[in-house]
Every structure is written in C-alpha cells, then in structure tokens.
C-alpha cells in the first residue's frame, strides 16, 4: 500500500483507534479495519478526453448505488468487443488510450468505473461486489470476447470468468493482477500493527459475510477454472502487487498463459507504456 502524505499523517490516529478498540471487543475492531481495507483513500475524478466522453453513457443499480460506464461502438460491425475493468483507486478514463486503439483496431469497447471509483456510487469496493458488477455488465452488455484488467480488476475478472461461459477463444489480458487477497491483508495488518486475532475475526468476518474466506480470492486458484488465453503482464519493480507474485503464478505452469516481463515501470505506469498497450492491443 503506497501512501500520500495525509494518509500518513492520519495512520497514527487510525492505529490507535482501532487497536484500543481490540481491547475491548476484537470482533468490532475487525470488522472497523476491514471496513476501511475495502475503502478507497482517493478517487480519480478526471472525465477523460473529448473521445472518452464519446462513448454511449451506460448506468446501472447496484447495492443502492449507480454504476456508470460507457460504450463505444466499432466503426464496422465487429462481432469483438472488449471489457476493460481497472484497478483500485483508478477509473476507467485512465485506460482511454487503449479505448481508442481498440476502436480504431475495429473493436467494440465496454468499461465501467467499479463501486466506490471515479462516477459510481458508494465508499468501498468488496471483491464480490467487483465481480458481481461484472456479472451484471457481461448480461446487460455481452458477450464479450476478450478482457483487460488491472490490479483488482484483473483480479476481480479471473474470479468472474472462472464461473462464467467462455473457451480457449476468449482473450484476457492481466496487467499487474492482484494475485493474492491473503497478502494484501498481511501487508494491511503489518500496516495498522493489528493483532493475530483481529486478523482471524477479519476473515472470519469475509466467510460469514460473502461465503468464502480470504485465501479463496486468489487469482492462482481461479486459474484452475480459466481455460481462456492469457497475456499476463507484470512489471519487477512493482511496490503494488509483487513481482514474485507472478513468478508464482508463472511456477504453476498453465499452458494457456503467456507473460510479459518488463523493468521500471512500477504498478501504474506498465499499463501507460507505449510498448506494453501495442503488446496489449495486438493481443486483444
């Protein structure tokens, strides 16, 4: 978790705040630290370009909260269109530029900011939320041929695809996924300094709630289940999700994943390259 400047300063506060509550009742303060684990510290509220804002203006309910998205058709009939699901603390007009290659590319193109992101509603983003979302867009809007995820998203769209049609046809593409829920939450916990019990009601509190545990969100299981063909991107210096994470996955030896490494471009800025988006594009 990479921090600005007010979120440190308030990290005190917060630590303290929770770990006196532990004291008294560790559920409560589970249930506090993984309300704020699943809470975005900023929203990106740029609209996009004058292309970006092109697209067809899409919305939907969700949880009491407004979903929005957008769609651009392909200049041509295309029977391929594309799903683009970003990651956390982003929104779907970071990733305009691969919206207009693949449109130009003769494309049709789908993306949704997620929960809690850019123009939807809400304050937090659960993962069966993220994926739920993705169920509803793939009925409102599909079939789609092909996938593109960053971070969360590409993690959020292997937990969709594992349980939903698709074929060694469909394309998807992972660009730096989060491959690991049970790490981020380490990486939570060491941050907060939470006790080993407080991280036991949290999961505890995952599996009541949505049915399974934090190690079953896990890119590497839902691979068991993903028969599409994958171009997994990850770059070595990501601070995001770790590098090691995708040699892991890479150890794991699924034949319909080919992967890309490249160096010094961190979690954010692999997807910008200009290299990567035409690896990406061509791929698609």
Known sequence: ??????????????????????????????????????????????????????????????????????????????KKKVLIAHGFESASPNFEGYVAALVQKGYEVVAFDAPAHGASGGSRILLPDYVNVLRTIEQNHGPFHSYLGHSLGGLALALFLENSPHNKVT???????????????????????????????????????????????SLRRAFHHISADT????????????????????????SNIRFIFTKGLGHRKVYKDETVMHRIVGFL
């Open 1 to 78: 978790m990479i921090m600005k400047i007010p979120q440190k300063l308030a990290l005190p506060y917060t630590r303290a705040r929770i770990n006196i509550l532990s004291l008294a009742s560790p559920r409560k303060a589970a249930i506090k630290a993984f309300r704020l684990f699943c809470t975005p510290q900023q929203r990106v509220t740029k609209k996009g370009s004058a292309f970006f804002q092109q697209g067809q203006p899409l919305s939907f309910r969700y949880n009491n909260h407004t979903v929005r998205g957008r769609h651009w058709p392909s200049v041509e009939p295309s």
């Open 171 to 217: 394309r998807l593409v992972l660009v730096a996924p989060a491959v690991e829920t049970t790490l981020a939450v380490d990486n939570f916990a060491r941050l907060l300094r939470l006790s080993p019990e407080v991280v036991r009601e949290m999961d505890d509190y995952v599996q009541e709630t949505s049915g399974h545990h934090f190690a079953w969100y």
């Open 231 to 254: 171009l997994y991107v990850q770059d070595e210096a990501d601070r995001v999700t770790p590098f090691k994470d995708a040699l892991l996955v890479q150890k794991d030896g699924h």
